[in-house]
């Protein structure tokens, strides 16, 4: 989480759906748009249950009616370290950290499941939303759970994936670093099919807040994700 003033209200960089508040060492997240208590319950349990377990933020104070309290984690995120720090490097520590997710049983971590329900996904993971140490060595935090829940792992490869490809297709040739960290590499078509179903999922959203603007936008990256190319 970028290190902003006290009291000040805004929209932290890289985030999208909610309006963040820090003051006096925690941050104040409220939720915005459909399904704003699922997703903040989501999140919630997310990093209640992960503490100890894989790094996350910690709760300050529990569920509000109006948003959660967490507390703020200084930090690079790690899509800005793409540049700064080399990218094989960053990709490299996404891969590890998704992998120990990937790894912890959900049933452990206190989830009411079910066998077969799958695994813990993030349900929003990619550089975009993993804090690394200031030095560049390590995972801080992993932010924004609000999309988890149990599900199938390949989503959260596809979606890590889709934002180099999206938003730094300059380094797509360096994802090779993110999957080998990771442990394994699904084949082109399952991961191409699960880019473009997350994108459909994201212009659904758009689609129930109301927002033309929003949903002509994934209208052009399903578009463009339609037509990516190993």
Known sequence: MQDIPDGESLRLEHGYTN?????QGY???????????????AEYLALTRLQGRFPVPEVVAGAQDEGLRIAFVSGVHAQDALSTAGPDGVLGLCGAALALLHSLDPADLGYPCKPGEGRLVHGDFGPQNVLLDHAG??????????????????????MAEWVIRTHHPELAGHLSSFYRAYGARPDWPARK?????LCHGFRDFCVQWGDPEAVAMWDQRISATEGFRE
Do not use: C, H
Request: glycine share 4%; proline share 4%; no cysteine.
């Open 19 to 23: 309006a963040t508040r820090k003051s």
């Open 27 to 41: 941050v104040e997240k409220r939720y915005l748009g459909p399904l704003a208590n699922e997703r903040q319950e």
């Open 137 to 158: 060595t390590s995972v801080a935090a992993v932010i924004d759970w609000e999309f988890s829940r149990l599900g199938n792992p390949l989503e959260d490869l596809a």
């Open 193 to 197: 099919e699960a880019m473009v179903r």
